[in-house]
């Protein structure tokens, strides 16, 4: 089975802050992956999928790159609604999660 | 706009099965291109899928739960549903429903996730 790191577990940042969150997949799995912001008590919001498609409606300020088994997932200019936990998922065989990462306020 | 919202028991007790239903509403599961999944939360941690269906009733699980999982289907009534059996504690968590695009993979719909507690 592919098996997904994310680095840092943990982030603490500002308002105004760039901020890049990086996902590794144990194997290739070319741009078969996604992102999802969650805030306590809720559902995951699809982010970004295909590595780099931004979902609709998301902000311009989330963007994504990467392929093979090295991701990111940048959030240009940090603001207060971003403050969650953000989650990879790869999309090349069963469609595993990554550990997450949470993104505190400073 | 695609909703899907959860259905079923908050409680269970060990070594019974833990049975879920969700239902779709603003678009048919028969309409082919997307998968309807099962993925639970436990407290405080991670996501992990638990297994998807298409509407024409094939099924993948996850290795690890396969044993234990039934995910089944009824277009008549736009819902699939969850079926766990042989659950401990360690099963409690939160359920959701989601919807997966088969051309790409991602989860684009969810419902809001329910608390199953598994407990005597």
């Known amino acids: 089975d592919i098996q997904l790191t994310q680095s840092p577990s943990f982030l603490s940042a500002s308002v105004g802050d760039r901020v890049t969150i990086t996902c590794r997949a144990s194997q290739g799995i070319s741009s078969y992956l996604a992102w999802y912001q969650q805030k306590p008590g809720k559902a995951p919001k699809l982010l970004i999928y295909?590595?780099?498609t931004l979902q609709s409606g998301v902000p311009s300020r989330f963007s994504g790159s990467g392929s093979g088994t090295e991701f990111t997932l940048t959030i240009s200019s940090l603001q207060p609604e971003d403050f969650a936990t953000y989650y990879c998922q790869q999309l090349n065989s069963y469609p595993f999660f990554g550990p997450g990462t949470k993104v505190d306020i400073k | 706009q695609v909703q899907l919202q959860e259905s079923g028991p908050g409680l269970v007790k060990p070594s019974q099965t833990l049975s879920l239903t969700c239902t779709v509403s603003?678009?048919?599961?028969?309409?082919?291109?997307?998968?309807w999944s099962w993925i639970r939360q436990h407290p405080g941690k991670g996501l992990e899928w638990i297994g998807y269906?298409?509407?024409?009733?094939?099924?993948y699980y996850n290795p690890s739960l396969k044993s234990r999982v039934t995910i089944s289907v009824d277009t008549s009534k736009n819902q699939f549903s969850l079926k766990l059996s042989s659950v401990t504690a360690a099963d409690t968590a939160v359920y959701y429903c989601?919807?997966?695009?088969?051309?790409?993979?991602?989860?684009?719909?969810w419902g809001q996730g329910t608390l199953v507690t598994v407990s005597s």
């Open positions: 295909a590595a780099s």
């Open positions: 603003g678009g048919s599961i028969s309409s082919g291109g997307y998968y």
């Open positions: 269906i298409y509407y024409s009733g094939s099924t």
């Open positions: 989601a919807r997966g695009a088969s051309s790409s993979g991602r989860f684009d719909y």
